[in-house]
């Protein structure tokens, strides 16, 4: 290898195409090769960078091995990016000690860690109540016991959810009256790395905070109802006023601040009460936001945020510029009707059921050709999965598409409904063998 290296310290898996077309950009643009650090990297991670580094970033030394095996290409590294969860503090801290510009080491694990991000917002509690942003009751739990302690403290119900983990995984509302000892089994597989209640955020409303450095956007998200609030869909442009957007913004920032966010990416779920004028941060993240956002945000705003991260860690990057919404867009996660045992193989060889329910929908709305198209579809897993008719996390769900929507002869948040429905007829009809549920769960 010659010429400068882009740095990216990990990826989830689910994100691979995105590191990619990250990787192309930045050979295109600014003639770079790209060092992936990785644990156990396999052919799929040595094929999307031109050397792969296999790294664990949850291990205690990793800094200072990877510096250790970096050390031999270590002054043709120009730039870096920390591309999960798992890397924000420790990648944070091997770029800090390679010389790179990236946002605060100390800071980050609040964006790793829901627990510490909720230990930060108590440490300035005062300051946020002042900017009308209600930082929740919260505990650590690691027994049945504390789980009932926290249960008497907040009759009215409260949140159970990993200390850290994503995708809404191990996440469940829990009300008066629930069985706390079912609630603490499904605890169980996440006691070792940590579990917190949390008090109820009483607003309804949810949105993401997202962006790169300066420039930033609001997303509105669509969950389910009930005891696992997945999210079903993600909305651009978000329908909100100036007061929403104001308040929706402040606490954004604020979520930044406290996880030490400035120049990298973030996306920080944010809650909003009926009257605009109230919030409170359901989580911060220091990475791109999932679910294709940055894809819709392209296709709203004609802005490649993933080009710009590459160019803003090489010291490139442009101005900020305004962002002027010129469609609205969602990403749509699709499952199934019942419980079922499914494969994308079940489905027909010629069959498309997106497209059909795209259609449907369409033809519902009675909108003209190219007002509704579709500009992605995947299914989330090759494999054979048992997957639920009530999706209890986001890994629950069969697929998930991408649609754009121009005009003003409907809305896309109905739209999304409308589709997610007209999906399970098209899903129905494109299995070419029934296959009910295998096992219970």
Same mark, same amino acid.
């Given at each position: 290898m010659t010429g400068p290296i882009l740095l990216i310290v990990d990826y989830n898996l689910s994100r691979i195409d995105e590191v990619r077309y990250l990787r192309d950009y930045a050979r295109e643009r600014h003639g770079a090769t790209v060092v992936l650090i990785r644990a156990d990297p396999t052919e799929a991670d040595r094929s999307i960078a031109d050397e792969v580094v296999d790294l664990d970033? #949850? &291990? $205690?030394?990793?800094? *200072? !091995?990877? *510096?250790?095996? +970096?050390?031999? !290409?270590?002054e043709r590294i120009r730039a870096g990016i920390v591309f999960s969860d798992n890397a924000v503090r420790s990648g944070a801290e091997l770029l800090e000690r390679l010389g790179l510009p990236v946002d605060s080491p100390r800071l980050a694990e609040g964006a790793f860690s829901k627990y510490r991000y909720r230990l930060g917002e108590a440490d300035v509690a005062d300051l946020l109540a002042a900017q009308r942003i209600m930082v929740p009751a919260f505990a650590e739990v690691a027994s049945l016991d504390q789980l009932r302690d926290f249960m008497r403290d907040h009759p009215e119900g409260f949140i159970v959810k990993p200390v850290a983990e994503g995708n809404n995984r191990g996440v469940a509302m829990v009300r008066s009256g629930d069985d706390l000892t079912s609630v603490f089994a499904e605890m169980l597989p996440y006691l070792e790395d940590g579990v917190i209640c949390e008090e109820i955020i009483p607003y309804r409303r949810e949105y993401s905070f997202d962006g790169l450095g300066s420039l930033a956007f609001l997303t509105e998200k669509i969950s389910a109802r009930g005891r696992y609030p997945v999210e079903v869909a993600q909305v651009l442009p978000a329908r909100v006023n100036a007061r929403e957007r104001s308040? #929706? *913004?402040?606490?954004? =920032?604020?979520?930044?601040? +406290?996880?030490?966010q400035c120049d990298g990416p973030f996306h920080n779920e944010v809650k909003l009460s009926d009257d605009g004028l109230r919030a409170a941060v359901v989580e911060p993240n220091r990475r791109p936001a999932g679910m294709k956002i940055w894809s819709l945000a392209r296709w709203v705003y004609g802005i490649d945020l993933h080009h710009r991260w590459v160019d803003t860690a090489f010291g490139t990057a442009s101005e900020a510029e305004r962002l002027v919404p010129?469609?609205?867009?969602?990403?749509? !996660? #699709?499952?199934?009707g019942s419980d079922r045992s499914f494969s994308p193989d079940d489905v027909g060889a010629d069959a498309d059921p997106f497209a059909d329910a795209v259609r449907a929908t369409a033809e519902r709305f009675g909108l003209a050709e190219g007002e509704l198209t579709v500009?992605?579809?995947?299914?989330?897993?090759? @494999? =054979?999965? $048992? #997957?639920?008719?009530?999706?209890? $996390?986001?890994? $629950?769900?069969?697929?998930?598409?991408?649609v754009v929507l121009r005009g003003d002869r409907a809305d896309i948040r109905t739209v999304v409904h409308a +589709? &997610? @429905?007209?999906w399970l007829d098209a899903l129905d009809s494109a299995l070419a063998l029934p296959a009910p549920l295998r096992k219970a769960r």
């Open positions: 970033p #949850l &291990r $205690d030394d990793f800094t *200072e !091995m990877g *510096e250790k095996l +970096l050390g031999g !290409m270590r308040t #929706l *913004e402040r606490a954004g =920032r604020q979520a930044n601040w +406290l996880v030490g010129g469609c609205s867009a969602s990403t749509v !996660m #699709l499952g199934v500009t992605e579809f995947s299914w989330l897993s090759p @494999e =054979r999965r $048992d #997957l639920h008719a009530v999706a209890r $996390d986001n890994a $629950d769900f069969a697929a998930q598409g991408c +589709l &997610r @429905e007209a």
